[in-house]
């Protein structure tokens, strides 16, 4: 089974990202730890509070949970879990600790990503992935959403055609 992380702003959009990995042949089992990173805070106070970081959570939309447990229910075959996680830092050896403790195998990157920061703190994972030791991988999602609305238009077309010649 393969670990990966998607970097994302938790917006609904970036969840098509999980249509691109599950339709990855070479990817079997899966599963995907969506991840936004923050730099720490220079504040006293804020070191401080470090361990009452459930206020980032609320970034996370009610549709995007949604979105990621239909997504789940989709693919249970082939997505395992779905996750959320929070990196705090900005150094390289920092993130390289947190895919050794995620045990990532892979980080997957909508060719069409764009950083969208949550909060003045929230940083641009690119720099950090880049230099993490792991495979990066970016997917074209706009493709696939486009050949799968052309799949199930040909599909209806084709039992409307079977029920009119019948």
Do not use: W
């Not at 995907?32 to 361990?51: G, R």
């Not at 959570?57 to 979105?67: A, G, L, R």
């Not at 989709?74 to 929070?86: D, L, M, P, S, W």
């Amino acid at each position: 089974m393969k670990r990966i992380l998607v970097p994302t702003d938790f917006k609904v959009e970036g969840t098509k990202i999980i249509d691109a990995i599950a339709l990855q042949p070479d990817l079997k089992e899966v599963t995907i730890i969506f991840l936004h990173a923050f730099k720490l805070s220079d504040s006293i106070t804020n070191m401080l509070m470090l361990s009452r970081r459930s206020r980032d959570y609320e970034n996370v939309s009610d549709e995007f949970y949604q979105k990621i447990d239909q997504y789940t229910a989709k693919y249970q075959g082939k997505v395992k879990a779905i996750g959320i996680e929070f990196f705090y830092g900005s150094t390289a050896a920092a993130f390289k600790n947190l895919i050794e403790g995620l045990k990532i195998d892979l980080i997957v990157y909508a060719q069409d990503y764009n950083f969208k920061p949550i909060n003045k703190y929230s940083i641009d994972p690119k720099y950090l992935t880049s230099r993490s030791g792991c495979q990066v991988l970016e997917l074209d999602t706009r493709v696939i959403a486009q050949e799968k609305e052309l799949f199930e238009t040909k599909m209806l077309n084709e039992k409307r055609n079977n029920t009119v010649s019948a």
